[in-house]
C-alpha cells in the first residue's frame, strides 16, 4: 500500500507586471501578445483571466479552460495538455508502466527478486474507488496490491493503482507495490515483520527506482510514514547491497532488520497486506512562490497561502502550524513576523526560509 495526499493545486506562478505589450501568449486559452498582468507558470505565460479560472490540472495546477486539450478524469480530476501526454489513464498503460518497473528492479536487484508466481492482474481505478475503501481522511491511496494462496500453495497477485498521475510517478509506487508481492511470496511462513520495516523495504524499491533513474530521491526519504525505518533501511543497503536485505526477508526471524534482539521482544502482528497512511511531507520551509503587484493592490502567496499587506494568517509546516503576519510586500519580496519568533524574516521570490 502507497498513499500519498493528492495535492490539487501545485500551480505557482510567478507575476509580472508590464505596461505595454510583451511578446507572451497565454498557453491556457492562446490570447497574446499579453500586457497588464502576466503569470509565469512552468509551462509558460498564463493571462490573468485564465489564472482566475476555477479548475485546475490535478498534477501541475495549471488554469483549466473547456476545450483547451485538456482531459478529465472518471472522477473528475483535471489533466492539463501539456501532462496529458505523459499521464497514466488506461489500463493497458498502467500494466506497460508495471511491466517496466518490475523489469528495471529485477535486472538491478537479480534474478532472486523475480516472482515464482509472476502472473500479476494490474489495474487501474479512479479516486472514488479508493475512497469506498479507505478513510475519508483527505488521502487518496496510490496504489495496493494483495496476493492470496491456493489451498495448494500457489499465489494468485493483484496490484491496483490510482490513474490519472505521470509515469514515473506510477512507476514508484508499481516499485513499491511489485515489492510487496515478493515479500508475500518470500517471507517464511511465521515470520512477523513489523508493518514499519515492511513498508521501508517497498519504499527501498522505489528509491534504487528512481536513484538508477536520476530522478530525486528525497522525497522517499523525507516521507514519514515509516517512521524512519526507510532513512535506516537506505544506510544499510548501502552497507551490506540489497542482497543482504533480501535475504533477511527470506530466513530472518526477527520482526526489524539489522537487530536480531528485537526479535525476544514483543511481535507486532502484521496483516498480510499492510495498509499504511502515507502523509505527504508538509514544507519545513516558508517559500515564496508568488508576488503580484497592481498598483495599490498587493498579494504575497506563501506556501500556497495568499497574504495582502497586514494579513495575519496560518500557515502549515511541517512540525506545526505557525502564525504569520505579512509587513510589507515589494517587488524585491515580503517582510514577515512569525509569532514567537524574535525579529523579522523576509523572503525573495523563490526563495526558501527555514523557520527556527
Ligand atoms: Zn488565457
Ligand atoms: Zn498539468
Given at each position: 500500500m502507497r498513499k500519498l495526499a493528492l495535492i490539487l493545486f501545485l500551480f505557482t506562478a510567478v507575476f509580472i507586471s508590464s505596461a505595454g505589450e510583451t511578446n507572451y501568449v497565454c498557453?491556457?486559452?492562446?490570447?497574446?501578445p499579453l500586457s497588464g498582468r502576466i503569470w509565469i507558470s512552468k509551462w509558460g505565460a498564463v493571462c490573468d483571466d485564465c489564472y482566475k479560472l476555477e479548475n485546475h490540472c490535478s498534477l501541475c495546477g495549471l488554469p483549466i479552460r473547456d476545450g483547451d486539450g485538456s482531459v478529465k478524469t472518471g472522477d473528475g480530476r483535471f489533466i492539463c495538455k501539456f501532462d496529458q501526454p505523459n499521464a497514466v489513464l488506461d489500463v493497458a498503460g498502467a500494466r506497460e508502466v508495471f511491466t517496466d518497473t518490475r523489469r528495471e528492479l529485477v535486472g538491478m536487484f537479480?534474478?532472486?527478486?523475480?516472482?515464482?508466481?509472476p502472473d500479476v492482474t494490474v489495474n487501474l481505478f479512479d479516486v472514488d474507488y479508493w475512497s469506498e475503501l479507505g478513510r475519508s481522511d483527505g488521502l487518496h491511496k496510490f496504489g495496493f496490491a494483495s496476493t492470496r494462496r491456493t489451498p495448494k500453495g500457489d499465489c494468485t497477485h493483484e496490484v491496483v493503482l490510482l490513474s490519472g498521475r505521470l509515469r514515473n510517478e506510477i512507476a514508484a509506487t508499481a516499485a513499491h507495490e511489485y515489492t510487496h508481492l515478493w515479500i508475500n511470496e518470500n517471507?517464511?511462513?511465521?515470520h512477523v515483520i513489523d508493518s514499519d520495516t515492511i513498508e521501508a523495504i517497498c519504499e527501498l524499491s522505489t528509491y534504487k527506482l528512481m536513484e538508477s533513474r536520476s530522478q530525486p530521491e528525497q522525497p522517499i526519504l523525507d516521507n514519514p510514514y515509516t517512521h524512519g525505518e526507510i532513512k535506516k533501511l537506505v544506510a544499510l543497503e548501502k552497507e551490506n547491497g540489497i542482497g543482504y536485505v533480501l535475504n533477511w526477508v527470506k530466513n530472518?526471524?526477527?520482526?526489524?532488520?539489522?537487530?536480531?534482539?528485537?526479535?525476544?521482544?514483543a511481535p507486532v502482528r502484521t496483516p498480510v497486506i499492510a495498509f499504511t497512511n502515507v502523509p505527504p511531507p508538509l514544507p519545513e520551509t516558508l517559500k515564496l512562490s508568488g508576488l503580484l503587484l497592481d498598483g495599490q493592490s498587493r498579494h504575497a502567496i506563501i506556501n500556497g497561502v495568499s497574504f495582502a499587506t497586514g494579513d495575519v494568517k496560518n500557515v502549515s509546516l511541517r512540525s506545526r502550524p505557525v502564525r504569520i503576519r505579512c509587513r510589507e510586500i515589494s517587488r524585491a519580496g515580503v517582510v514577515l513576523e512569525v509569532e514567537n519568533q524574535p525579529g523579522q524574516l523576509t523572503l525573495k521570490i523563490s526563495e526558501e526560509k527555514f523557520v527556527p
Open positions: 498557453v491556457v486559452c492562446g490570447k497574446g537479480g534474478r532472486s527478486f523475480a516472482l515464482n508466481f517471507r517464511l511462513a511465521g530472518g526471524t526477527a520482526a526489524t532488520l539489522g537487530t536480531q534482539a528485537s526479535a525476544l521482544a
